[in-house]
């Protein structure tokens, strides 16, 4: 097995293109929108448009009836508070969240405590503009962020996203800053180096 170690003379120049950094998960900025749609139930349109890759294109997403619901995905885990923009004056909004794709429910998310479940956290609109989750409300370790429409009538958002609150000590433009780095011929023991570990999420 061959094993690259960076020099001091070349640190400095190949910190931005070293061959670790596909194995980097933390996020390039705090603020987070979802990549993917996974599931999709009841009326509703456009769900894509809240999706990362529509930011500058993004008309909404619509709820149209009671119960209708959207699983997002982030790609891989995050945390942090759910933020949202609605241009509805009235109706709620549920979200729940999963790190597994096998425990995806639009009533309740996988438990932080040892047994059981959580609710829903709920968002009464009462008026058009931005929402956020209080303090109290932060999640952490989710993959999958579900929508549900809890009131009877359409509801719209324009936009999504999750505020990442993990190593708060680091600048928002600095969290994939690492200053080391590992990398061999070897892809398994890339993924997952003695002193710390680059497994992606599993689906």
């Not at 996020?27 to 769900?47: H, I």
């Not at 891989?76 to 909004?93: C, D, I, R």
């Not at 309740?108 to 956020?132: C, E, I, M, R």
Request: charged letters at 15%; a neutral charge.
């Amino acid at each position: 097995m061959r094993v690259l170690y960076p020099t001091p003379l070349l640190f400095a120049t190949a910190v931005a293109a070293v061959p670790y950094q596909q194995y980097i998960l933390a996020p390039p900025s705090r603020n987070l929108r979802p990549v993917a749609v996974r599931l999709q139930s009841g009326s509703l349109s456009a769900a894509t448009d809240l999706l990362d890759s529509q930011v500058s294109l993004r008309q909404g997403l619509i709820l149209g009836t009671f119960n209708s619901s959207v699983t997002y995905d982030f790609g891989k885990n995050v945390a942090g508070w759910v933020n949202f923009n609605t241009t509805s004056n009235g109706g709620a909004l549920g979200f729940t969240f999963t790190e597994s794709s096998l425990w995806i429910s639009p009533e309740a998310s996988d438990a932080t405590a040892d047994a059981g479940s959580d609710a829903p956290l709920v968002f009464n609109l009462t008026a058009a503009g931005h929402y956020a989750a209080p303090i109290d409300r932060e999640r952490g370790a989710f993959r999958y962020l579900t929508v549900v429409n809890l009131g009877h009538g359409q509801v719209s958002i324009n936009d999504l996203w999750v505020h990442f609150t993990a190593m708060p000590h680091w600048s928002a433009d600095s969290l994939r800053n690492y200053t080391g780095w590992f990398h061999s011929n070897d892809e398994k023991l890339n993924r997952c180096v003695p002193t710390k570990c680059h497994v992606a999420d599993s689906s």
